[in-house]
């Protein structure tokens, strides 16, 4: 215990030296006299660090590289000379804390300060010359101290439970119920009974695919009698191309993915959507969970990594990128650095690994050095965009290939840019070597590392070693940026704008193959360190690669690369990846994990509700070959899935949040899929599988809320604005309105679960919206065109087409009154149904069509439309 307060003591102590030389010299009449005898530092100085001060010790050596038990490690550590070893003891600042001469600075902070005899000695060492061993006795994997005993419930081993015995064994489908029932019959609560056909087939649909059921799909699993109906309708929709845009916009989510940079200029990505194109081939192929991992955080390491495999490492470029004049490029890129590790720390192990970036962490034992170990498995990595053609693409683009490089060519030529750019990029590299001796040179520069990904490396690369992607990407930079080092008179001699208009049209009548932003490992390396207080230009010692201390080590840390971390993470010796992931698919389906937080499992996260259950569905996922399909139709099959969400009177004070699951939980359905299945029961929705971002009708005015008015959004076209809201483009800094409220976010940070929030703007969005009144347009011509019978007929259809269910007598009657009312108004305001129903039927009145378009606003609104029950 005293070792470890004196440790304690020592992170004070050393932080406060790195401080040190702004105290005023002291007088040696302050000062406890100096020993009069010889001092060996074996004998009486190292003991007296060890047993007192352990200076040479602890974790702020290991953060600042402070370190005492050697003269060498001292004057490497910088920290030698005036601040701990002047010339003679009566000016070390050190001799001054430690014998309390400075006000406000006691070292120890607590418990027993040193004597004066102890400071003597310190004061003898110093002044008779302060003898050092060369080598020292202390390393940091020699730190003094226990591993932390890990009494928590997520670090520990992964092992498979027992399946509980219960008393009404006929409920259970499958062991995850019995978890569940065991915990209710414990309390003395009855599960709800099984929800209704048309409410389970609507459930599925939502939760697998993210559309609601057609009609002849919920009329073939009502009508089908076999025992067998339930798991073919699961069976069915897990072989939907469709599942995998469901899932993945969850992963999408965690994967903080957009298609913009963020921060001022918030340049759009036009490569972004084919990472998320990988994303939902891989859930639709059902890729194990192990190998999709693996292929994320180190596709590109993997031995003849395939293009997609590269392709997947573009989970790490989803980091804001800040372009913005003026900010320094390293320090960016730091915070992209400290971005991917805190990713990868919450997306895979459910741990706030980000809250020792500037410290220790306060809670769990992740100390700062294992962050910057986490931090240095990406340090090492350079941002690449790599060709990843699609099929179909790379015929075309063959074939109108030598064409396009010769027109193109040619204009580069005529506009003497060859001639040009030699020089200009030689000014490049000489404001690279002499900054602060031509401004405009610098500042060129500047905005070739900022607008051009890896500008500053490409220019240092000879022009026959270049990359054709290189080749083409400076160019196209040196067009657009000459100005910024030329005359106005022969930037206006040159006239590039127009050049770059006529390479902007080539480019753009041109077949190209699609491309993606990637990482690569950067084959010299960097070196790495602990950064002071978080700081990105104060760096303390070195580190290696290396996973948490308290989890776990790797063999070689000093080789050691992402794969390594990739294979460590979805290994047996981490106990937190399946458990975190089971638990987030479990909150997709009851509103709620079984650890409430689930972006937190360490010791400030919620307890599980049934830690059991976790950990069965964990060793079961693994078991399975880490299949997420599997494990979705384990779930969806469990009687427990299948309950009604009725609201039960008995419930509302015993279990008000719904987490013993005696019942199922009625969910508001994310942005997205309220989009989704608005276009959908009207008819309107284009339902193609991948591809790239949409800009479907934006609200008036909202571009003008972006930086200086500059993001530009030029609406798809076609059935692209049809396209499902996975596909919407997101603009990071003005995200698209009824995304945004609707509880999505603009993925500047992994967001591994929703808020779902109740607004007014939520009503007026759906009432007012011209997505919305669309639709509601779309879907009174679908009535009148598809159902040809009397009004209740038209209604009955109209309410099946939303609702997935026939209405009630009740429901029935207050829709015809609506019908009626809406049609009395139409007639009393001249020219209103025009304007609301444009579309001329044959046989039918504008004034019907617009009755139809009001009453399917009125569907589309219903708080039953967008929750899934």
Wanted: aromatic share 8%; hydrophobic share 40%.
């Amino acid at each position: 215990m005293m070792r470890k307060i004196a440790w304690d003591y020592l992170k004070r102590l050393t932080a406060f030296c790195a401080f040190a030389a702004l105290f005023v010299p002291a007088y040696a009449a302050d000062l406890p006299p100096a020993s009069a005898n010889k001092i060996d530092f074996a004998r009486d100085i190292k003991p007296l660090l060890d047993a007192r001060c352990q200076v040479c010790h602890g974790p702020a050596m290991q953060q600042s590289g402070l370190r005492l038990d050697s003269r060498q490690a001292a004057l490497k550590g910088g920290y030698s000379g005036a601040v701990i070893l002047p010339r003679n003891s009566a000016e070390s600042k050190l001799v001054r804390i430690v014998a309390g001469l400075v006000e406000g600075v006691v070292m120890p902070p607590v418990g027993e300060k040193l004597t004066a005899e102890e400071v003597g000695l310190l004061r003898a060492w110093i002044d008779q010359g302060a003898s050092w061993p060369e080598e020292g006795i202390s390393t940091l994997s020699q730190i003094p101290g226990d591993k932390p005993k890990l009494t928590h419930w997520a670090y520990q081993p992964l092992t498979r439970p027992a399946v509980p015995s219960v008393v009404n064994s006929e409920w259970i489908n499958n062991p995850a119920d019995a978890f569940v029932l065991a915990r209710l019959e414990k309390e003395g609560i009855a599960p709800a009974p099984r929800a209704d056909r048309h409410t389970l087939i609507r459930r599925l649909s939502l939760d697998l695919v993210g559309l609601p059921p057609t009609p002849q799909e919920v009329t073939d699993f009502v009508t089908d009698e076999s025992p067998q109906a339930y798991e073919h309708a699961v069976d069915r929709l897990l072989k939907s191309p469709h599942y995998g845009e469901k899932w993945g916009m969850q992963w999408l989510d965690l994967a903080r993915y957009a298609d913009s940079d963020g921060y001022e200029k918030d340049l759009v990505r036009p490569h972004a959507w084919r990472y998320r194109h990988w994303v939902i081939n891989a859930f639709n192929d059902d890729m194990p969970f192990d190998r999709f991992t693996t292929e994320q955080i180190a596709g590109d390491l993997l031995e003849n990594a395939t293009t997609d495999q590269k392709v997947a490492t573009g989970f790490h470029r989803n980091t804001l990128k800040n372009r913005e004049g003026g900010v320094k490029i390293e320090q960016f890129r730091f915070e992209e650095i400290i971005d991917r590790a805190s990713t990868v720390g919450t997306v895979w192990m459910g741990l706030t690994v980000g809250c020792a970036q500037c410290h220790d962490h306060k809670f769990d034992p992740i100390k700062q050095i294992d962050y910057y170990s986490l931090f240095a498995f990406f340090n090492g990595a350079d941002e690449v965009i790599i060709d990843a053609p699609l099929g179909g693409e790379m015929g075309p683009y063959l074939a109108a290939l030598p064409e396009y490089r010769k027109t193109r060519h040619e204009l580069l030529e005529k506009n003497r840019v060859f001639e040009l750019m030699p020089a200009w990029e030689e000014g490049m590299r000489q404001a690279a070597r002499n900054p602060g001796k031509l401004t405009d040179w610098d500042h060129a520069y500047d905005a070739l590392g900022k607008y051009l990904d890896n500008g500053h490396g490409i220019v240092e690369i000879a022009p026959s070693e270049r990359t054709r992607k290189e080749i083409d990407g400076i160019t196209d930079h040196f067009v657009i940026n000459y100005h910024r080092v030329i005359s106005k008179e022969l930037w206006a001699e040159l006239d590039y704008k127009v050049l770059r208009k006529k390479t902007d049209a080539l480019r753009n009548g041109f077949p190209a193959i699609s491309e993606a932003q990637a990482i690569a490992q950067n084959p010299e390396g960097r070196e790495s360190h602990i950064h002071l207080r978080g700081a990105w230009d104060q760096l303390g010692v070195q580190v290696h690669p290396d996973v948490p201390e308290f989890l776990g080590s790797l063999p070689s840390p000093e080789t050691a690369t992402r794969l390594d971390l990739a294979r460590w993470i979805i290994s047996p010796e981490n106990p937190l990846t399946s458990r975190v992931t089971v638990n987030r698919v479990w909150q997709e389906y009851f509103g709620a994990g079984i650890v409430r937080t689930s972006e937190n499992f360490g010791s400030q996260g919620a307890k599980p509700s049934h830690p059991e259950l976790l950990d069965w569905l964990a060793t079961e996922f693994v078991d399975q070959g880490w299949s997420f399909k599997k494990l979705h139709k384990t779930i969806v099959m469990s009687a427990t899935y299948q309950q009604s969400s009725t609201a039960r009177d008995d419930l509302e004070t015993r279990d008000p949040a719904n987490r013993l699951l005696a019942r199922q939980s009625r969910l508001r359905l994310p942005a997205e899929l309220i989009r989704d299945a608005t276009l959908t029961v009207s008819g309107l929705l284009y339902p193609a599988i991948g591809g790239k971002s949409v800009r479907p009708p934006l609200p008036a005015g909202v571009t003008d809320l972006s930086y200086s008015n500059s993001v530009k959004w030029q609406e798809s076209e076609g059935r692209d604005k049809y396209r499902r809201g996975l596909y919407v483009l997101i603009q990071r800094t003005i995200p698209y309105p009824q995304m945004a409220n609707f509880d999505a976010t603009a993925r500047e940070v992994a967001l591994c679960s929703r808020e779902r929030s109740n607004t007014p703007l939520q009503s007026l969005n759906l009432l007012n919206d011209p997505v919305f009144i669309e639709a509601a347009q779309a879907l009174a011509v679908r009535v009148l065109t598809e159902e040809s019978g009397a009004l209740e007929d038209r209604l009955r259809y109209a309410f099946q087409l939303a609702l997935a269910r026939p209405p009630s007598a009740k429901e029935l009657r207050s829709l015809s009154d609506y019908y009626r009312n809406q049609q009395r108004i139409f007639e009393q305001e001249p020219g209103a149904a025009e304007k609301l129903a444009p579309v001329e039927l044959a046989g039918v009145s504008p004034l019907e069509t617009a009755t139809w378009t009001g009453l399917s606003s009125v569907l589309l609104n219903l708080d039953e439309f967008i929750t899934r029950e």
